[in-house]
């Protein structure tokens, strides 16, 4: 039976023609057809603490390095309480290769308030994660999902792909797809969900997509559209976009006053060079943005972090 968009719960909350008789069905799809795939360190931990560590490192960081960073930095780290304690300067030092160095900045305030407010805790409510420093919806829902295995859903680029192509059809907005995502998990499977689309978006629903063998091809709405251009995920809020060129970038030469900061010693004449080599303008309108950024301070013999 079809509902009518009025009275379709879904299509009032989102505008896409999803029936509940739909929803259901995608709900079993996803369950039943696509699996979880890559053993990553941060899987085998329910350590809330560890989990908010990994979810940071991953915005906007390769896998891979933060495979091979996480278990140092939780080394160093392991416990908020740690963290805040050993100073901010200690965690960049740590984040050395990580890049987006703010981030840093953000897991230890972090830490200093899950020590202040939570009793060295890290807080299992929405509400007050989305209170700490850097900690928007989607982190705190991969908290909520990985590490306290509450049933909501977590909307990245890969899950939003598959949502756009497959279930929808259609471009869609940030709220549209949390909404059918959140539809879509199934009681007590939100652990082994989330983490199967992550793995299904990052591996096979790709920016360029392996539809040949896909588990979910045969229902997907845009392989039935005979993958009619545009690609639905091309438009849908929250998926990735091509990234400028890392070599000669802000983001470079921040990285390397980064690294003259963390050295420790007098680098006066290491930032002349640069300003030698990039223009003066340049490094001072940089290191005036680390400075903003709370990652660094000027004194005497140059750069030092925090």
């Not at 010693?265 to 002349?272: A, G, P, V, Y």
Request: aromatic share 6%.
């Amino acid at each position: 039976m079809r509902f009518p968009n009025d009275c379709d719960p879904m299509a009032s909350k989102t505008g896409i023609d999803l029936t509940a008789r739909q929803r259901s069905r995608w709900a079993t799809l996803i369950d039943e057809r696509i699996s979880v795939q890559r053993d990553l360190p941060w899987r085998r931990t329910r350590d809330p603490w560890g989990i908010l560590v990994s979810e940071v490192m991953l915005q906007q960081t390769q896998v891979d390095r933060v495979r091979h960073a996480w278990p140092l930095f939780l080394a160093s780290f392991p416990t908020p309480s740690a963290c805040a304690e050993k100073g901010q300067a200690a965690v960049v030092r740590q984040w050395e290769g990580m890049g987006y160095h703010r981030r840093a900045v953000a897991l230890y305030r972090c830490a200093v308030k899950i020590v202040e407010e939570f009793e060295g805790i890290v807080p299992e409510s929405e509400a007050a994660l989305r209170s700490l420093p850097g900690i928007g919806p989607y982190t705190a829902n991969a908290i909520l999902a990985f590490a306290f295995e509450r049933d909501v859903a977590v909307v990245d680029t890969n899950v939003a792909r598959i949502l756009s192509r497959a279930v929808a059809g259609t471009p869609l907005t940030q709220r549209q797809s949390q909404e059918i995502a959140d539809d879509l998990v199934k009681a007590n499977k939100g652990w082994a969900h989330n983490q199967a689309m992550l793995d299904f978006g990052a591996m096979v629903c790709r920016s360029s997509p392996l539809c040949d063998g896909c588990p979910l091809k045969k229902s997907c709405r845009w392989a039935r559209s005979g993958f009619a251009d545009p690609d639905p995920a091309s438009k849908t809020a929250g998926t990735a976009r091509p990234q400028a060129a890392f070599a000669g970038s802000d983001r470079q030469i921040r990285g390397k006053l980064l690294s003259l900061a963390r050295a420790g010693r007098q680098n006066l004449e290491d930032i002349s060079e640069l300003e030698k080599e990039v223009g003066e303008l340049r490094v001072q309108r940089l290191i005036s943005s680390l400075v903003d950024d709370a990652l660094v301070k000027v004194t005497a013999r140059g750069l030092v972090l925090r």
